[in-house]
């Protein structure tokens, strides 16, 4: 028997008479058997690899054989735009089976889900954070909502799995596997990563079933094209779009919200078609922009990250990155978008506008073609997402005695890794700062957690990440978006003005109170702001960026530009040597140390040096002393670092770092300092470093 004749024999007809396929895809065939045996599985495929369908058609069989009634299958997305693209999608394929798909997420209107819950889908499309919505609503009977919950699907699982988020779409899968009163059958679905394996095993958590990682060869072997171009601004980058690949439909990604309207603004006063996708345009705006796009030939989209994931935008010819991304898995995911049509091949063209970048994507190249991926790590000592679910967990029951927390949450494997005596101790903390009240032993939200947590039906509890101030953005009735309230900061009195959706807008008005701000077309160019923090480099790519700079090779796919830039940076960095870091000392008493070690390694060292000069600066490629009061002293301080082991060496961790934490007022400074401390180790690459040793150079004062 084939592995296609495994499935339903409706669905084997509809996949053949409806969809018109002659077969399935590797992935596909690999995954249906372990699907139907209620294995936990992650399936391992490019952007566009068949996942949905190689998790989704199994599913659809088992629930045909097994008589699956009411909501059995949660499929979940990272983000809302991508559970709009599949909804359409699964959707057609429910319907062709007599089973129905449904929607829910924070822009689904509350009559919608009002529906749901009285007659619920077979399959719902949502999100963790709207998981938890449906848990401790008064509106929602949880427990006859979830009870015939038996797989639940998880999309771009590498996005969750990698912070904090992953934590708490765990935790609710728990609950939910509660209510269920049976082990829920876990598949994710993720493009390439280091450790799937660790993946598959975070995946599964607490489950018992068996575990599989699903990574048949890739379909295509094409070498893919990849070029690097060094351009030296954006307004050039435009420059060099408008003139390449006319005819064709380029995808550009670009690395900052603020970048994306910029370069929007270029193109298209260069007569280019040209589309926005970010993360803060209204759903309304990116949808129009994204199905525009898609139907078109002719024409660019410039996107953040939100087109990494697996949004469908229809064919594309062509990848453009401007800069760099911070990881080999993002490249990945961005190629991944093309190559899908027959004939063609993956491609990706770097565009570079600052030197820092263009080494970065070099060194990810190194990376790639080595066959690196980083490996996915989950955020170690989750306790402040102890602290969330404890509340969750008293509104969902109306109060919850204290031993009880652990029935539900307690196996999941972020908090089972800490001992009993440590969680209890979260709810001891919380009980004591009033966030938590015992009434004869049943735990509710006390009256500091109201006041933290309580506006808005406790809304600040549905989601386990921070974020800043924003405002949205009118034009009469269409809403456009929404900016950063620093954007409408102005020197003086005159109107703000912005740049959203790739034009240009004047302030109206602006409701503070709603945090609404109202505007009208202009022909003056403004600038948007958005808040994002700068991403410390890993380890590994720092390393490969040294080696970049230290070797003689010249890599492949770079134009006549990035040569001659190539060669004129491995010249100031001449002085360089394999297996060494340097240490340079100025005439002014100033000194740098080149490491390439990580802007968190080298934070760690600055604290173990900062006897040593006046001001001390860490970066990703090096330490910058001001002032050094003795140059001897340095250099034995340096070397007895180096000479030592890492117990010593800890990142200082400020403000900045607890702000990322949300609930951490739920802790105790003891429990913050270490649950900051293990999430911020070096210990492993502090490991690798050590084994660099160190030279020293002397800058002499020219005559």
Known sequence: MSEFDKLHPALQHHIVNSLGWNGLRPLQEATIQPVLDGEHAILLAPTAGGKTEAASFPVFSRMLSESWEGLSVLYICPIKALLNNLDQRLSYYGHLLGRSVALWHGDISASRKAKIVASPPDILLTTPESLEVMLVSNKVDHQQLFANVRTVIIDEVHAFAGDDR???????????????????????LSATVGNPDTLCDWLAGSCNARRSVINPPAE???????????????KNAAVVISRLHKGEKRLVFVDSRSKVEELAVELRCLGVATYISHSSLSLEERRAAEEAFSQGNDCV??????????IDVGDLDRVIQIDAPYTVASFLQRIGRTGRRSGSSRNCLFLATKEDAFLRALALLQL?????????????????IYAQQTMALALQQKGIIAADVDQWVGRMPGFAGVTPDDRAGVISYMLGA???????????????????????????LFSVFTTPPMVKVFWGKQELGEVHQLTFAVRDNGPALLTLGGRSWQTTY?????????????????KSQWVSDAQPLRYELCRAIADVLISDLVPEGLSSRAQGLLADLRDQYGWMESGRSTLIFDADGNAVWWNFAGKLLNSAMKDLLADEADKLIADNECMTFRHVYSAEALVRAIREILAGDAHNLAVLLDEAFVQELKFAECLSQKEIDRELGERYSVDSDFKQFSRISLAVLWVKEEA
């Not at 073609?369 to 996915?376: D, L, M």
């Open 166 to 188: 992953g934590w708490h779409l765990l935790s609710v899968l728990e609950r939910i596997s509660v209510l269920a009163g049976r082990e829920i059958q876990r598949l994710g």
């Open 220 to 234: 295509n072997n094409v070498i893919p094209d990849v070029q690097v171009d060094w351009v030296g601004s954006l």
């Open 301 to 310: 989209i410039v996107s953040t990250s939100t087109l990494e994931l697996g």
């Open 368 to 384: 790639w073609r080595k066959g690196y991926v980083e490996p996915i790590e989950p955020p170690a000592r989750p306790m402040h």
């Open 434 to 460: 009033g966030i938590l009240h015992s009434d004869e032993g049943l735990i509710g939200i006390g009256k500091a957690g109201e006041r933290a947590f309580g506006e808005k039906n406790f809304m600040e």
């Open 510 to 526: 602006i409701d503070w109170p709603r945090k609404k701000a109202f505007v009208e077309p202009s022909e003056v160019r403004g």
